[in-house]
């Protein structure tokens, strides 16, 4: 599992510190979780399962995909969104709604 977490960050293209701040622990936690035979807790499984949209039986046992998919779309969907000023947001919404018009009519 220690590897896994380090695929993880890097897939991710995420610092130590930057990882360790998305699921409230700090660098050191990080470095020593991603070190070979290293104890990773239940909470701080769940924790980067739900911060990251894991699958956790991937994270656990290395089989399955990493990620689920659409989860990690949305993930990606809403951080740039939030990056957005008021006004593009706004946009967004009205760009999305149209494309969901123009769906049904297909």
Avoid at 6 to 35: D, H, V
Avoid at 47 to 68: D, H, P
Avoid at 76 to 94: G, R, V, W
């Amino acid at each position: 599992m220690n590897g896994r977490i380090r695929e993880l960050r890097k897939t991710l293209e995420l610092s130590q510190k930057e990882f360790a701040q998305k699921i409230g622990l700090k660098q050191n936690a990080i470095s020593y979780m991603e070190k070979s035979g290293a104890t990773v807790t239940e909470q701080n499984i769940k924790a980067i399962c739900s911060q990251f949209s894991v699958n956790e039986y991937w994270l656990r046992t290395g089989c399955g995909k990493m990620f689920f998919e659409n989860e990690k779309k949305q993930r990606e969907f809403f951080d740039i969104f939030d990056q957005l000023s008021p006004a593009l947001q706004d946009y967004l919404i009205k760009t999305a709604k149209d494309l969901l018009e123009t769906q049904a009519k297909m």
